[in-house]
């Protein structure tokens, strides 16, 4: 129970200081898996935090990682990721964690076009949280899993990071073959893959990376990115697919078999985290994986709309002639206003449906017709505007991104 004379009104709110690290340590490491402060400065650049202080005594912290996020080909926004989540445990149910959710919402509205998260386990209070502050789903994923893997390295070899690290060229291309078409991750570069396997996560849970290549020499035509982490007592690790690329269906199934033969090899289940739309989701059912319920997604909640709009639009001059206005349950707000506009509409939905509009996670004549979205003077010209400007694409999860 909180200590009753720790009231919230006496707990102040604001942004992360480079000199507050110390201070988000202390809150996050006697909750998660600990990192050092040399660890934390490392990559704290790319770091800011909302803190609440009791007086001067750190007592809540939510870290979030500024990344470029990909909604649709060539349409990328600024996110604040949301990571080790925490509030002292005697200053819990008094509201700190929704009060510096809106304290971010605030100081970062100029950054960031939205704040989100990796968020599982629907049923908890977790999840829960992040509803009651405004985040809404924008894709669901599942893990699946191998129980007892098997097949052949064949033309495949297995490396290891610094491999992989001097292969980024080839990795992009191969990476822009299989998901060009998709957003729902942070834009692939061709120094991604090293940084990202040695950031936060793989730090404090100390990962084996193993870069499985097809064939093992020429040419790259498809890859596996595989982390082992450091088994816990009394339990198994298992082989995580952090990553699968190839740059056809066929050329992909050679690594399925390599990965196959690693498991058997290391004696170790497969796991993988899948998604509706990953293209070779029905080719990891094939080779032995078994889906489990959806257990895993990504929220998210709109702090800049107007600039969202401007950033993922894939053409804004369908609503040139357009005051566009925003109703949902919550609040309202212009969207949208060019200097030509001569009709005014309003586009009312739940949260969710105005989140996923703006997120390209929207077949917007779907909505429509199933009553998802109403718009207050709209017609069917409008329907297709609307259409057109925020055309739905779909989304991959690769579980290398996770923070």
């Known amino acids: 129970?909180?200590?009753?004379?720790?009231?919230?009104?006496?707990?102040?709110?604001?942004?992360?200081?480079?000199?507050?690290?110390?201070?988000?340590?202390?809150?996050?490491?006697?909750?998660?898996?600990?990192?050092?402060?040399?660890?934390?400065?490392?990559?704290?650049?790319?770091?800011?935090?909302?803190?609440?202080?009791?007086?001067?005594?750190?007592?809540?912290?939510?870290?979030?990682?500024?990344?470029?996020?990909?909604?649709?080909?060539?349409?990328?926004?600024?996110?604040?990721?949301?990571?080790?989540?925490?509030?002292?445990?005697?200053?819990?149910?008094?509201?700190?964690?929704?009060?510096?959710?809106?304290?971010?919402?605030?100081?970062?509205?100029?950054?960031?076009?939205?704040?989100?998260?990796?968020?599982?386990?629907?049923?908890?209070?977790?999840?829960?949280?992040?509803?009651?502050?405004?985040?809404?789903?924008?894709?669901?994923?599942?893990s699946a899993n191998w129980a007892s893997p098997s097949g052949d390295l064949g033309e495949c070899a297995v490396l290891d990071l610094a491999a992989l690290d001097a292969e980024g060229p080839e990795l992009l291309r191969v990476f822009e073959a299989r998901y060009g078409n998709a957003g729902g991750f942070p834009p692939r570069r061709e120094d991604y893959w090293g940084p990202q396997l040695r950031s936060h996560i793989y730090v404090v849970l100390p990962t084996e990376v193993s870069y499985l290549r097809y064939p093992a020499s020429g040419p790259l035509e498809a890859y596996a990115i595989i982390g082992h982490r450091r088994e816990s007592e009394g339990k198994t690790s298992p082989l995580t697919l952090l990553e699968l690329s190839g740059t056809s269906r066929h050329a992909v199934r050679p690594v399925l078999d390599a990965l196959g033969a690693l498991g058997a090899q290391r004696g170790r289940p497969v796991t993988a985290h899948v998604s509706w739309e990953h293209p070779s989701r029905e080719l990891l059912t094939e080779v032995g994986f078994e889906e489990d319920l959806r257990s895993f997604m990504i929220m998210a909640r709109v702090i800049n709309p107007s600039r969202l709009l401007q950033r993922t639009a894939e053409d804004l001059a369908p609503l040139d002639d357009l005051v566009l206005d925003v109703w949902t349950p919550r609040t309202d707000y212009r969207l949208h206003e060019d200097a030509s506009a001569r009709r005014r509409v309003t586009l009312e939905g739940k949260d969710w449906v105005i989140c996923r509009l703006l997120c390209r996670r929207l077949d917007v004549r779907t909505a429509v017709a199933h009553d998802q979205l109403t718009i207050r003077g709209g017609d069917d010209d409008v329907v297709d505007r609307l259409a057109h400007a925020l055309p739905y694409c779909p989304w991959v999860y690769h579980h290398l991104d996770y923070i």
């Open 1 to 142: 129970m909180p200590d009753p004379s720790s009231s919230p009104d006496q707990v102040t709110v604001r942004e992360y200081r480079p000199e507050d690290a110390g201070d988000l340590l202390k809150v996050r490491n006697a909750i998660f898996p600990p990192l050092t402060l040399e660890q934390w400065l490392a990559t704290a650049e790319r770091f800011t935090a909302s803190l609440a202080y009791l007086g001067d005594e750190p007592v809540g912290a939510i870290p979030f990682e500024i990344r470029d996020f990909l909604v649709a080909p060539g349409k990328v926004v600024k996110v604040a990721q949301e990571n080790a989540v925490g509030v002292r445990e005697d200053m819990r149910s008094l509201g700190l964690g929704t009060r510096m959710i809106e304290a971010a919402a605030e100081f970062l509205a100029e950054r960031c076009d939205l704040l989100t998260v990796y968020r599982g386990a629907e049923r908890s209070r977790g999840y829960k949280f992040y509803e009651r502050s405004g985040h809404d789903d924008l894709i669901f994923i599942r």
